[in-house]
């Protein structure tokens, strides 16, 4: 079983513009809301691909319901701790010209201590089951920043294998515990490791360093410029697959999910990063966050071109 968590749930509200002016009148073309959260997005890519998933978490008591009920539609498996509060509303401005998207995300509630304590108790209950536990997206207020660290501390004790995506504070405590795998976005990989990139070492330079550190994968998405992958022995970069762009959101967690199946299918470094930009490119091209499905994946695989660069 995959286990994804999701400790701060958003309704994402996709706003549709033909063009976006900064500081002058815009006229929408169209809306949709989709209830939404790195690690939800993850789980619902790999149960679309027939994989066993169970999706855990923060849910919030005011409109809570909502989450579960999107969760039941998707035939998905969850169980979530609640906390006081509202899940929070993430506006995407989505420019169709350049096919770029402008988030306006809010930080959520804040959770009790005894809330996060629960929830902790919960995941270690369930990890004797679970093959790969995915730890994905923002920290809302009141949870500590080495909330994932601790979760990979404990997955380790059990020997489950663990997926970082998060930045900040969380993002570089948890890498203090050696996940598997961590995929950040370029400008998150930029953000964690700006000394060295100071210093005037390359990116590739200092991502190897990453993995020699001790953690097997590394993948880091650069949007339509594909993305790199390195385990112990090499670098492989592959470049985004020309699909109409018609929402960016989740494509990153597409791509986690993707190299979770692959993991599960017990495949190499190269047919991951394939996973993972076939998963990639079948969620941009679906409206607001709707997400890829199998056929999705099984057309574009064979699109995917990766090669060794390093």
Known sequence: MILSVTLNPCIDKTIYLDRLDVGAYNRVKNTRSDLSGKGLNVSTVLHHLGEDTLCMGLNFRNNGNLLERTL????????????????????????QSAHVMTEINEAGPHVSSAAIDKLIDEIDARLEHTHILVLSGSVPPGVPADIYQRLIRMAHKKDVKTVLDTAGEPFLLGLQEKPFLIKPNSLEFEQAFKEELKAGKGPLEIARQVVDSGIPYLCISMGSDGALLLDSEHAYRAKALPVEAKGLTGAGDSMVAGMCRALRKHLGSEDMLRYAMAAAAGSVRQEGTLLAGAEDVEELLPQVEVEVIA
């Open 72 to 95: 039941n539609t998707r035939g998905l498996k969850h169980h979530f701790v609640y906390a006081d509060g509202s899940i929070r509303t993430n506006i995407k401005l989505f420019d």
